[in-house]
């Protein structure tokens, strides 16, 4: 009996890596350690019901969050998984007030930073709707064995990859270094993910909006004007536009980014600055968008992947996905 089982992920990670000369592994290492971690963090979101592992931890984070217990648990997985590999000179999580140094294991120091969300979503832990973790990926730029701040806060144009995994209905993982996007399915028969979707692309221009409609009384008028566009009627450019905010952005954002639409989170009265955070989750997502040919923007209109950032827990308003709804909306922004 003939079995195929498929491209998986380790097939595709050395295929790309053939693409970069004189690549020697260190990155396709790292990626391929991150999924592992990523894996394991899937199978506890998938058990979570069957454990006492619901419900809070009793601690908070930098934001002042209450933490989850599944958000500590992935934020640690991820942290000992990746520590100890050789190829990070340090990591940054959402969950974590400071960078995370590597321990002094490798005299070198490792060349890549990694930046992460461990579990984003965490209101929906507790009530079985999609979450998923979200990462990106710079080269260090610093000299010296150990990472500077200058490592942390790049801009997303410097990113060498970005991705996410989405712990749904299946889990998924989907990444780009550059090349394309590329979205996997986990097999959990074989516990291994296969290329399901090769060569992701958004539709140009979708029908869908996303967005927290219960703080329109925060919003400006730019955003309540932005939004009663999407859904005014107008048959020629497919409006009224249909609604869909699951609370999770990783999953509004890949459900975006397959069938088309924009995903928005405005800075309002409570969050000036918007509440997303740039490093952990406006940039990595931005990337993925502009390789499946969307696009990202601030509340300015500007380009998400060129705001240099200053502080490792800076905010931003997001507005994301197909290529033209982002443009409508830049037009009701500057
Ligand atoms: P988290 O990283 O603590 O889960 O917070 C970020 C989440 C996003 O996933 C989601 O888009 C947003 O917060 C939802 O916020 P709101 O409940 O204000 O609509
Ligand atoms: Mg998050």
């Known amino acids: 009996m003939t079995t195929r089982l498929g491209t998986t992920i380790t097939k595709k990670i050395m295929e790309e890596q053939r693409q970069f000369p004189g690549a020697k592994g260190d ?8 999924v592992v971690a990523l894996k394991v963090i899937a199978y506890e979101v ?3 019901g069957l454990m006492n592992i619901l419900g809070q931890a009793g ?5 002042g969050e209450i933490q989850q217990k599944l958000d500590v648990f992935a934020n640690t997985t991820i942290i000992h998984k990746m520590d100890h590999t050789g190829y990070l000179c340090g990591m940054a ?3 974590v007030d400071d960078y995370i140094p590597i321990p002094d294991r490798h005299p070198q120091g ?6 992460f969300d461990p579990l984003d979503g965490s209101s929906n832990i507790d009530v079985n709707v999609s979450i998923g973790s979200i990462f990106s990926i ?7 064995p150990k990472c500077a701040a200058e490592d942390f806060l790049q801009p997303g144009n410097q990113m060498i990859a970005a991705g996410y995994a989405v712990y749904g209905s299946s889990t998924m993982f989907v990444y780009s270094t550059g090349l394309g996007v590329h979205g996997f399915t986990l097999d959990p028969g074989v516990g291994e993910f ?8 958004s539709p140009k221009k979708g029908g869908i909006y996303s967005v927290n409609e219960g703080n329109r009384i925060f919003w400006d008028d730019k955003t309540k004007k932005m939004v009663d566009y999407f859904v005014s009627d107008d048959k020629a450019t497919g409006r009224p536009y249909s609604s869909r905010y699951i609370g999770s952005l990783v999953a509004d954002f890949h459900r975006n980014l397959t069938k088309g639409g924009i995903f928005m989170y405005p800075p309002d009265k409570r969050s000036p600055q918007g509440k997303l955070r740039l490093m952990y989750e406006a940039i990595p997502l931005a990337f993925i968008a502009e390789q499946a040919g969307g696009q990202a923007v601030d509340a300015t209109g500007k380009r998400i992947l060129d705001i240099v950032p200053t502080a490792l827990h800076q905010r931003t308003a997001l507005y994301i996905g197909s290529n033209d709804d982002v443009e409508t909306a830049k037009k009701f922004l500057v």
């Open 194 to 201: 296969i290329l399901s979707h090769p060569n992701i692309k």
């Open 93 to 95: 999580s959402e969950e």
């Open 46 to 48: 998938n058990k979570a």
């Open 59 to 63: 601690t908070t984070n930098i934001q």
């Open 110 to 115: 490792g060349k890549y930073v990694l930046l």
């Open 27 to 34: 990155f396709s290492g790292m990626l391929y350690e991150l």
């Open 138 to 144: 710079f080269k260090k730029k610093s000299t010296g």
